[in-house]
């Protein structure tokens, strides 16, 4: 309780703060000279935000890359090295990560965007209300944190051994088709089964969200170019391939970026699901094991210049994005 | 990234006559049962989590499955096992975490998203790149540093620690979505703010603020849910023996992972909150979700 009295006193102090800082600049501003006083205040205004943002983002980043260079950190012994880059490029767990990342990657961004796209063509055609509530039981995952997810998944993988009847709902349904099971689902390294079965965790969180987007697209396309199309006598999968899917495509790259950027990332369902055991690991877990639990933090840092690196691209595709907006504005 | 603040799903609600008559499409049956075997999917994991917690015998809980118990006992006293053994505590402190969280960025970003929309200044554009750039920056970039930093300064307090860090995390979010908003507001009114001679801070405070409550209350809801969902921020910096619900939850998992009863009631008292928030704040959450999915 006294902590929740200190979190009134934070947002007291952390608002007014705030405002008592941008009233007292803005006073300062206004005892200048005008013409000092227009170039002040900008700088003014944006300084507390960037200033937050270069503490807690950009001297990070600087300091990891820094860091990805040295060894023995936080010793009178500490120097310049490239062993970790040599770590990052033949160590065989982070290759093995990387492979299940690169699965990741492939599969649950098109696995959420499939899923969402046929929803969203689907529910189009209901009546509205119940398109509202469709959309809404698809949606609702989104609202459950990672771990809460892993814990209701691992409860639709919970297995007992032959023999004993089954209450996890999908165990018992494969054991009911296909005969007994000798090991759970989420062990079951063959083919990397196991690290499908945590991806379906990751679709089925996101596919509300690409639903969300891909049916506003939908929405949008003009209804007379699909009017045109079944007049010519195509079919309604002709017309979604041919017509529909071609206009919404700009929206379909953005959904498509989103969940690569976070799969990227995915630390939570692996970490709970099976802690990166049983072949399913990954390179964010790798980090957080590397950075807390042996405290190597030069191959820790090393691995976050390659997650980094990794993200680059959708860095440049979004402020080329924001360029383009800006000059239409 | 989407870029729009508001995605146009709010917008078609309101046009319904741009939609085809139902007559021209019509829902056969085949696609009613597919979205009912979809709908299906998304519903029964948390369904069959849910009916579990209420399984008075935790021995039946962890031997047969939740569709075979229609007749048993139910109440809640995995419910009181489960908030006894710390998660009455955690949500506790999961709600000292995300308030103060969410609303301590807002007011920074959003004196910085005004400047960026309407005053003119020597390198606007570069300085807006830097937060369009972090917005999907890893975290994992800022822990050690900030581990570091914490200590070397002295702040030991679990709870400044992740306010600040999420302040932090939130800002390139928070300034990214404010600035969208404010700089869609009309010009004239801005001007005419400027002809009645209001100083910036005048025109912010009493015009763009009350004016920008949508992307405001958009860039909240998003930040409290991502906040109170966080695992990993608060798995890091939560070091003197407090914990968050879904640090509590993957203990639990961990540590008592066969323990059904503990592990269902858990997970719903993690989820209830945002659950909550989702059904009665939907067409925000919405908003808020798709402008800031990006977020590292």
Known sequence: MGNLVSGVVAIALGVGGALLLFYVLNALAERMPKEWEERFKPYAFIGPSLAVVGIFLLYPAIQTFWFSFQTRIGTPNQEFTLANYEFLFTDPGIRDSLINNLLWIIFVPAGAVALGLLVAVLADRLLPRWEKITKSIIFMPMAISFVGASTIWLFMYAWRPPGSEQFGLITAIITGIAGPMDEPLIQISTGRLNSFALMAVMVWLQTGFAMVLLSAAIKNVPTDTIEAARIDGATEIQIFWRVTVPQIRSTIVVVTTTILILVLKVFDIPRVMTSGNFNTNVIANIYYDLAFTFGDRGRASVVVVALIVMTLPFMYINIKRFREQEAMR | ?296
């Not at chain 2, 993957?250 to 009863?261: C, I, K, Y």
């Open chain 2, 1 to 296: 990234m989407s870029a729009q603040t508001a995605p146009p799903t709010e917008e078609t609600k309101d046009k319904p006559a741009l939609k085809p008559s139902k007559e021209d499409t019509g829902a056969g049956w085949g696609p009613r049962i597919a979205l009912i075997l979809l709908c299906a999917l998304f519903t029964v994991p948390t369904l069959g989590l849910f009916v579990s917690s209420f399984r008075a015998d935790e021995t039946l809980l962890r031997r047969t499955g939740w569709w075979t118990a229609f007749g048993e006992q139910f109440d809640l006293s995995n419910y009181s096992t489960v908030l006894d053994a710390g998660m009455g505590e955690s949500f506790i402190n999961s709600i000292t975490v995300a308030v103060p969280a969410t609303i301590i960025p807002i007011m920074a970003a959003a004196f910085a998203a005004y400047a960026f929309a309407w005053m003119d200044f020597k390198g606007r554009e570069f300085l807006f790149i830097i937060f369009v750039g972090l917005l999907v920056v890893p975290l994992q970039v800022a822990f050690i540093p900030l581990t570091q930093l914490f200590n070397a300064v002295g702040i030991t307090n679990d709870f400044l620690k992740l306010w600040l860090a999420h302040t932090g995390f939130g800002m390139p979010l928070a300034v990214y979505i404010l600035r969208n908003y404010i700089g869609s507001l009309p010009r004239e009114v801005i001007e005419s703010a400027k002809v009645d001679g209001a100083s910036h801070f005048e025109t912010f405070w009493r015009l763009i603020l009350p004016l920008s409550v949508p992307a405001l209350a958009a860039f909240a809801i998003f930040q409290f849910l991502w906040t109170w969902n966080d695992f990993l921020v608060a798995l890091i910096f939560m070091t003197g023996g407090q914990e968050v619900v879904t640090v509590t939850l993957a203990e639990l998992v961990g540590s008592r992972g066969q323990d059904w009863h503990l592990l269902t009631a858990g997970a719903f008292i993690s989820m209830i909150v945002p659950l909550i928030v989702f059904f009665s704040l939907q067409r925000f959450f919405v908003r808020g979700l798709t402008a800031g999915s990006v977020k590292g």
